[in-house]
């Protein structure tokens, strides 16, 4: 690690550089001398500040593989991901204070790590809700570390960075990507889903980057809250984790000139370690958008995509499922080969991931997410899809946002559900009204729910099972429309 990283505490404060330096070494050491095989992982479930990103940084040089966790998660996860990850260390809060007593003398001699070597295991939820380990190897990070220091050149250690997402997402690695690369400062957020608390962070640490996901911005950008935030600190801000909306691009355009800020639609699944496409805003909609799509532009050097559909390789402009390849593929689900083998599969001769989203891509060779397979259902006898049902709800100029969800029902096959956050009182009656000139009547979510915010999981995404719960559960506290 270079030595003149700058990192500061949860209060804002400056760790001195001597500070840093020890508590690192001391670290490597422990995990040197508390590992007696490459087999061996450990798994980080401190409260997250610099110590954590040591901790992980530690780990990556001396070629042993880190399991980032939440500080918070039940033992009963993390006895799971123990069961499956076979991990033989746990650096918590506790564990930490031991490890800096460490008094062992210090070695300078070092292993050589091979690039074929595990990096880290991310701990995704699974669809069966058992925590499923994405194995990624050192050689994809390294990939995407040399991508980032020569796309952002823009960046330099004049730079300041908030560190918001929990290190068990994997959006989290751009930060230290950024910060290993550009020598950024980084400040830890405490932002716990307060986004006053955020722009306060901001203003007050003059923040320049930041790598957040389309439901913060959407917070931050939202007109209650941008008439009192100041922006000017922002230089780059990098988008990723979900869909970028056409309402959210709106936005942008409204509060972010290009001439002040940069700002990089991100698409990646963990799979393919962190982002495998990107693509820098135009501000121009006619450049940036296909329809009410935006673009993800093209892939990540050494990544590759194809768009497939019934076993075959489609051209331009006609949709199908997105397969993902190339060098920051991961290696497998960890302790799960019948997972692994539904995910990665042979096509034309070389491995790709099943990335499970609706694509197309233009002339151009730039690439378009219009959903996921899962969100496509049949209702009322049609097939339709739940985000595109998204994408031109939050057209109307009134709607902040709109998620729309799916119940299954028996005379319909699927209830379609709205929830949705307005910028000025309406009806649903309007509403549904001024749908009818964007969408076909089977496509107007039937019931509609007017909510202040969204449920969010660990990684900030909008929680759509949630909102399926207090639903069936009768938990809401809106009012159906």
Avoid: W
């Avoid at 040399?146 to 751009?174: C, K, N, W």
């Avoid at 996901?213 to 007109?223: G, R, Y």
């Avoid at 001024?434 to 900030?460: R, W």
Wanted: aromatic residues 10%; glycine residues 6%; contains cysteine.
């Amino acid at each position: 690690m270079n030595s003149d990283l700058t990192v500061f505490n949860r209060e804002g404060i400056k760790v001195p550089d001597a500070l840093v330096k020890k508590e690192y070494q001391t670290i490597k050491q422990f995990l040197l001398d508390h590992h007696s095989s490459d087999a061996d992982a450990v798994a980080i479930k401190q409260t997250k500040d610099y110590r954590y990103l040591l901790t992980m940084l530690a780990c990556a040089e001396i070629g042993t593989t880190y399991i980032p966790l939440k500080p918070d998660y039940p033992m009963d996860r993390v006895s799971q991901i123990k069961e499956d990850s076979k991990f033989t260390v746990l650096m918590d809060d506790e564990k930490m204070s031991e490890v800096l007593a460490y008094t062992e003398k210090l070695k300078t001699e070092l292993p050589v790590v091979s690039g074929a070597k595990n990096v880290y295991v991310i701990f995704t939820s699974g669809s069966t809700g058992r925590p499923k380990g994405v194995i990624i190897r050192r050689s994809s990070l390294e990939n995407f570390l040399g991508f980032m220091d020569q796309t952002f050149t823009q960046v330099t250690a004049q730079d300041r960075l908030l560190q918001m997402t929990e290190f068990s997402f994997d959006l989290s690695v751009m930060d230290v990507a950024l910060f290993l690369t550009k020598n950024v400062g980084m400040y830890f957020s405490n932002f716990e889903n307060n986004i006053f608390k955020l722009g306060f962070e901001i203003d007050t640490h003059r923040i320049s980057v930041l790598n957040t996901v389309p439901n913060t911005l959407n917070m931050f950008l939202s007109d209650a809250v941008a008439d009192r935030m100041d922006y000017h600190c922002l230089r780059v801000l990098n988008i990723g984790g979900a869909r970028f909306s056409q309402g959210l691009y709106e936005k942008c355009l409204n509060y972010l000139k290009p001439e002040n800020v940069d700002i990089y639609n991100f698409y990646g699944p963990t799979e393919a370690t962190v982002y495998c496409h990107y693509h820098k805003l135009t501000h121009d909609p006619a450049l940036d958008l296909k329809g009410s799509t935006i673009t993800i532009g093209h892939t990540i050097p050494g990544n590759k995509a194809l768009i497939v559909a019934d076993g075959v390789t489609l051209g331009p402009d006609q949709p199908g499922e997105l397969y993902i390849g190339g060098l920051q593929l991961m290696r497998e689900y960890i302790n799960s080969p019948e997972q692994t083998k539904n995910a990665l599969v042979q096509y034309e001769g070389e491995t790709y991931y099943r990335s499970g989203d609706l694509a197309f891509r233009n002339e151009k060779g730039e690439f378009f997410i219009t959903g996921r397979a899962d969100d496509t259902i049949k209702h009322k006898g049609f097939r339709i899809n739940l985000l595109d049902i998204d994408s031109y709800i939050t057209r109307l100029p009134y709607i902040e946002d709109s998620v729309t969800i799916a119940i299954p029902n028996e005379n319909t096959e699927n209830q379609t559900l709205g929830f949705i956050i307005l910028k000025e009182q309406k009806t649903a009656k309007e509403i549904k009204k001024d749908l009818e000139a964007l969408l076909l009547d089977y496509q107007i979510p039937e019931k509609m729910f007017f909510v202040e915010k969204y449920p969010t999981n660990v990684s900030g995404k909008v929680c759509r099972k949630s909102l399926k719960e207090q639903y069936l559960n009768n938990l809401t506290t809106t009012k159906a429309l």
